[in-house]
């Protein structure tokens, strides 16, 4: 007789985890560092590691699912770094091609999500830059989550590129350059960054097992919550994000204070 055991517990487990959560604080805005896919493939013994890229642009549908199942208001995920546009030209070629896919299918999802590109899009190939800017445009009248997606994202030049744009309004303004640095504070850089009008994180989720944030909205997630889990992006379940939520909701919140 076959054992069933997992499939039978972790539908149970899942249920009792969900139960758990009703009535405790969810996270209004879930980031998540989606990494692992290459080693997911390898590791699941495929010798071509798209397949692993492939799956991980699926499993980012069925979280973003979940997060609007959950009462989670705004979801960002990070797809491609500014490091990663360093990979060879055949890898970048399929991952913007699956990432446009991606992007394609969630805003196919009718008026559920709200697409958002973030990122220093000048550094994507123009194919790509045409695709993101149309899935953002059919979805500007949905009232569902809002999905940012991260692509050419780096913490330290989405900085650079919020000093720099607020620098120039002020110069177009015609503020003297001797009060510049006196109109340049928090508040101020916040409000021309990538995420500008949107809250910060209340959590931020890394798979694969490493255990740093990478440059991930640096500036955002000052006060965020940060769960790592060695789970592969491709195998993340719901089971997973249920128990990010739930050591969220035990978390006492102090802002620095």
């Known amino acids: 007789m076959t054992f069933r055991g997992p499939r039978i517990i972790y539908p149970l487990y899942e249920a009792r985890l969900a139960r ?112 993101l800017a149309e899935a953002e445009a059919r979805t500007a009248g949905h009232t569902g989550v809002r999905v940012n997606v991260a692509v050419g994202y780096g913490g330290h030049q989405e900085i650079v590129d919020g000093v720099q744009n607020l620098v120039r309004e002020l110069a177009d303004e015609g503020v003297p350059a001797g009060e510049l640095a006196g109109r340049i504070t928090a508040e101020a850089i916040g409000d021309h960054l990538y995420t500008s009008g949107q809250p910060d994180p209340d959590l931020v989720i890394r798979t694969s097992g490493e255990q740093r944030l990478s440059g991930f909205l640096l500036w955002q997630s000052a006060y965020s919550e940060i769960w790592f889990t060695d789970t592969y992006w491709p195998a993340f379940r719901r089971i997973d994000l249920l128990r990010a939520l739930r050591d969220y909701s035990k978390r006492h919140r102090r802002f620095g204070r």
């Open 20 to 131: 758990r959560l009703r009535g405790l604080p969810v996270p209004k805005h879930v980031a998540i560092m989606c990494d692992g896919n290459r080693r997911w493939a390898r590791e699941s013994g495929f010798t071509d590691v798209s397949h692993g890229h492939r799956v991980g642009a699926q499993k980012l549908v069925e979280v973003v699912n979940w997060c609007d199942e959950l009462g989670v208001d705004t979801v960002t995920v990070w797809l491609l770094s500014t490091e990663n546009l360093k990979r060879s030209k055949d890898e970048i070629d399929l991952l913007c091609d699956i990432i446009g896919d991606v992007t394609d299918e969630l805003a196919r999802a009718r008026g559920r999500f709200r697409l958002h590109v973030v990122g220093h899009l000048d550094l994507l190939p123009e194919a790509l830059r045409g695709r």
